[in-house]
């Protein structure tokens, strides 16, 4: 578990922290050593191993405290809010080491945050918590997509409709995949509403939202968005 | 009676005197300091949010350490005097000077160690609770470690306090420096004895709190 406020041990070496939950559960001392040394080359902070916490950015205290956690192999990382406290760079630094430990050790990573792009980096599937209940729930592209109510709420926006004519489609496009939006347009007589990119996992994606007038032409759209393997999200509005 | 020489006294009188307040104010910070580090823990462990609440504990400790705090010394030291001689096998002396400077001071660095514990962040203290550690393991690596500052700015306090206690514990014989300026100095109508007293007492507690300052800079 990682928590906003890092909750190292202000007294003791990075070293000694890592060290900790192991010495708790009685480890031998060469394990202990080669396991500290192991994790703190794993969250890149080897040259401060006997540094307090006091002198440590931010940043690289809650690289001790990702350190710490899986001191004792857990299958399950749990993040509090951990990059709450960071700036907009530390954070992006953290997040990369949150997908690399994902990817290397397979690890499940629960993220709990109010920071939509740190969902969109490092996340799979998302659930929106409203009044102690999950709203919404979904792979983090469909959610994001979808905009359910919930969502909309959390980020304080007004759920915006575009003005309605047929069918509203949203779908998420990579980088290299941008020259489909003409060929969209042209061939599903599709008007452009709106497109915005954000990065997805560190991959940008450009979100693109048209509206398709005809039924049968949104049908064989969301058919080619399918075939495509895109994903994609409509709404049939009643006006 | 013949007034004793300035030498006289300094040797007679004082350096023995200034023996006993060392002994006596020694003793008794390492005593209170031990105990009221036990009151601490089981203050900090009971407490409601702590690792095992207990109201019943808690708030028996919370009464007695009121209680105590609240008598005057003298008084106290007067009515434990049954006590006293049962513990130390005399009512007069340093050993008897020592017992109820003892029990004033103990819940006074129970309460002062305890409220240096409770600034160990709470989120901490929930770190330590997720790789799975033990009560004493928490309060060992953790809230110990974490408070060590505190409790060596405390004891530093605590010698002070104990300085200036160990004078009225003059009252049941103990001798010491606050003795001394009061019996040779005030009473004697000597001022050259009275203020150099004091000037020794000035000189120990700037000592006591520079020491006491320095190790609180080591330790943070």
């Known amino acids: 578990m990682i928590f906003q406020q890092f909750s190292l041990i202000e007294r003791r070496s990075v070293y000694k922290n890592v060290a900790l939950p192991m010495k708790c559960w009685k480890y031998d001392k060469e394990r202990i050593d080669k396991r500290v040394h192991e994790l703190l080359e794993l969250v890149d902070i080897t040259d401060k191993i006997n540094d307090r916490p006091s002198v440590l950015s931010g940043g690289q205290k809650q690289r001790v405290a990702i350190a710490r956690a899986l001191a004792l192999d857990s299958n399950l990382l749990l993040c509090d809010e951990a990059t709450s406290a960071l700036d907009p760079k530390t954070t992006q630094s953290v997040l990369r080491l949150l997908r690399d430990i994902n990817q290397k050790l397979g690890l499940t990573i629960i993220v709990v945050t109010h920071q939509m792009e740190v969902v969109r980096e490092v996340c799979d599937t998302i659930s929106i918590l409203e009044n102690g209940k999950i709203a919404a729930s979904g792979t983090v592209k469909d959610i994001f997509l979808q905009k359910p109510p919930s969502l909309m709420t959390l980020l304080g926006k007004e759920d915006h409709k575009f003005a309605c004519a047929g069918e509203t489609v949203s779908f998420l496009l990579p980088a290299d995949r941008l020259n489909m939006i003409p060929m969209v347009a042209n061939t599903f007589a599709a008007d452009i509403l709106a497109t915005n990119t954000s990065d997805y996992k560190g991959v940008p994606f450009t979100e693109v939202t048209v509206s398709v007038k005809e039924q049968s032409a949104a049908r064989k759209m969301k058919e080619t968005l399918t075939r495509e393997n895109l994903a994609w999200y409509a709404e049939s509005e009643a006006c | ?220």
């Open chain 2, 1 to 220: 009676m013949e007034r004793l020489t300035l030498q006289q006294y300094l040797m007679e009188v004082i350096w023995p005197a200034f023996l006993t307040t060392i002994n006596v104010m020694t003793w008794t910070v390492l005593i209170s300091t031990a105990v009221g580090f036990v009151l601490a823990v089981v203050m900090n462990v009971t407490k409601e949010d702590g690792l095992h609440p207990n109201r019943y504990i808690s708030r028996a400790l919370d009464f007695l350490i009121n209680l105590i705090r609240s008598f005057p010394f003298v008084i106290l030291m007067v009515s434990l005097i049954p006590v006293t001689r049962f513990i130390t096998g005399s009512s007069i002396g340093v050993k008897a000077a020592i017992f109820p400077l003892c029990i004033t001071m103990a819940p006074y660095m129970g309460r002062l160690i305890q409220s240096h514990m409770e600034q160990v962040s709470k989120e901490t203290i929930e770190a330590a609770k997720s790789f799975g550690a033990s009560t004493f393991q928490i309060i060992w690596h953790v809230i110990i470690v974490e408070s060590i500052p505190g409790i060596s700015s405390v004891i530093c306090f605590a010698t002070v306090a104990a300085l200036n206690a160990s004078t009225t514990a003059g009252m049941v014989g103990a001798g010491g420096l606050g003795n001394v300026a009061i019996r040779y100095g005030y009473n004697n109508f000597n001022d050259t004895i009275m203020y150099s007293t004091v000037a020794i007492l000035v000189v120990l507690v700037q000592l006591i709190q520079f020491i006491g300052n320095t190790v609180y800079k080591k330790l943070k």
